[in-house]
Nanobody, 130 residues
Framework: QVQLVESGGGSVQAGGSLRLSCTASESTYKISGGSMGWFRRVLGQGREGVAAIDTSGQTPYAGSVKGRFTISQDNAKNTLYLQMNSLKPEDTGMYYC??????????????????????WGQGTQVTVSS
């Protein structure tokens, strides 16, 4: 069973920054061999794709976060990151890390679709106050 553990959530004022981390259990999943993504669930809404990265380096972003959020990974640490800058109250929600056994997104937007992913973390809460 692949285990994904998120951390880095918290409370911040609008305009602030947070960096989320997601570490995968290396014995079961190497992030260098698959695609990964960040999703969020905002209160009263379904889960939406925020950012993703595949093994070719494609990084689709949701339009609402483009230019503010950056996804990256450290293969040596088997860890995925989401740097979130210029945070807004509407970014408040539970953020989830997800891992896919697939290596590439095709089409590009596939990376932001829940159906692509095989494993999910438990989530970390992000709260942005105005």
């Amino acid at each position: 069973q692949v285990q994904l553990v998120e951390s880095g959530g918290g409370s911040v004022q609008a305009g602030g920054s947070l960096r989320l981390s997601c570490t995968a259990s290396e014995s079961t999943y190497k992030i260098s061999g698959g695609s990964m993504g960040w999703f969020r669930r905002v209160l009263g809404q379904g889960r939406e794709g925020v950012a993703a990265i595949d093994t070719s380096g494609q990084t689709p972003y949701a339009g609402s976060v483009k230019g503010r959020f950056t996804i990256s990974q450290d293969n040596a640490k088997n860890t995925l990151y989401l740097q979130m800058n210029s945070l807004k109250p509407e970014d408040t929600g539970m953020y989830y890390c997800a891992a896919s056994l697939g290596r590439y997104f095709f089409p590009y937007s596939q990376g932001l679709r829940e159906s692509l992913y095989d494993y999910w973390g438990q989530g970390t809460q992000v709260t942005v106050s105005s």
